[in-house]
């Protein structure tokens, strides 16, 4: 018996609906980095790390915004009218996904970038620290090496 089919698929208009709807919650690191190198405008992205994270390394362009301090900081430095994009360390962690619900609360529209900053980094997307920009090439597992972005 086929492991995959063991539970058999979904109709075709519950997969739609169910691919649709992940697609309006979240977006990944190539359409972010994507996005930002356009300068694109109504989108903020914000880093809900720790500041030792932050200092660490960050999106370029992104705000810093520690998930305790959404619901008192960002009315004070977030517009109400932009898309709110949240990252965390990666996938192994649910910080963009408690930093997301928290923007939702507040009213504002947000997607997870899933991937988070590892993602990012391991795409070859350039971070910013204290001691400049910093870029690493593709991890090839992750990313084409020989492209910016994966052609999907």
Known sequence: MSAVLSTA????DQAA???????AFETDVSDVHTDLEAGLPG???????????????????ALHLPTARIAEGAPLVVPPDVTV????WGPGC????????????LGYQVKEMIG????????????QTSAGRILRPADPLTASVSAVACGC
Do not use: M
Request: aromatic content about 14%.
């Open 9 to 12: 698929p979904a109709r075709p």
């Open 17 to 23: 609906d169910h691919f649709g709807a992940r697609l």
């Open 43 to 61: 989108l903020i992205v914000v880093d809900s790390r720790s500041i030792e994270s932050w200092e660490q390394g960050h999106l370029p362009g």
């Open 85 to 88: 994009v949240t990252y965390c």
């Open 94 to 105: 649910n910080g963009a996904t408690r930093a997301a619900l928290a923007f939702a609360r």
């Open 116 to 127: 988070g900053y590892e993602y990012w980094v391991r795409e070859g997307f350039a971070v």
